[in-house]
């Protein structure tokens, strides 16, 4: 068994509630130095927990968000190209300085911070197939060379690095190797009270129990297209404490449902079977 010495301890922070076994694989990806890729649907604290980490744990966070086309290099550094010819025609900078061309990446931000980083690679499963391969290399051996200045950049501090995906592609064998997996279970009843109270302490308790009970009598509801997440949740509870609405018309009526629900499709289906 791993000594709780021999690694930061995250047990969560005062605006994040966290399961024992999330608890359990933040800490065991941070001891043994791999990334931890997080699953789930959308709604379940995913991008949050590196936050809540870098808040526990007192680190700076740095945010790679990913999009459809986020190429690996962009991680590791940008070439300038064009400002370098648009120095050498109209410049008065020294052209023959590259590496005053060369900008870092958030990769190449976390290697070279003074302090250790937490890094959230963000949906990672929005990049091409290739992507996560293309990271093999980086993540494993922590560090990246740069041919325009004949430079290696290595890791002054290893990153806690975390890894989320929404399941829209499968990720490559080779790269989930390299990684710690947990899949946040979308919280129940209880534990979604929890987390309310968090951001609504003074929320009243017949409110907050019609809203959560319909809220999770409208995520059964068959055919559903876009399932009402936390945080659409949390936003309809703050429309309903708004409007003053008794907690006795929740049910009867769903008010602002355009909250919850945000297809055409759904609203039907929720008139159509009608708590």
Known sequence: MLSQKNFNQFTGSTT??????????????IALKKPLLIKGEPGTGKTMLAQAIADSLNKKLIIWNIKSTTKAQEGLYVYDTVQRLYDSQFGDNEVSNIKQYIKLGKLGEAFT????????????????????NDLLWELDQMNFYIPETKETITAKHRPIVIITSNAEKELPDAFLRRCIFHYIEFPDPETMEEIVRVHFPDVEDKLLAGAIEAFYEIRSLPNIHKKPSTSELLDWLQA?????????????EIPFAGVLLKKNQDIDILLKYCI
């Open 113 to 132: 911070s003074d302090e250790q980083v937490v890094l959230l690679i963000d949906e990672i499963d929005k990049a091409d197939l290739e992507f996560p």
């Open 16 to 29: 994040y509630i966290v399961s024992k076994p999330l608890q359990h694989a933040v800490n065991i990806a």
């Open 240 to 252: 309903l404490m708004l409007s003053g609405i008794e907690p006795e018309r929740i049910k009867k």
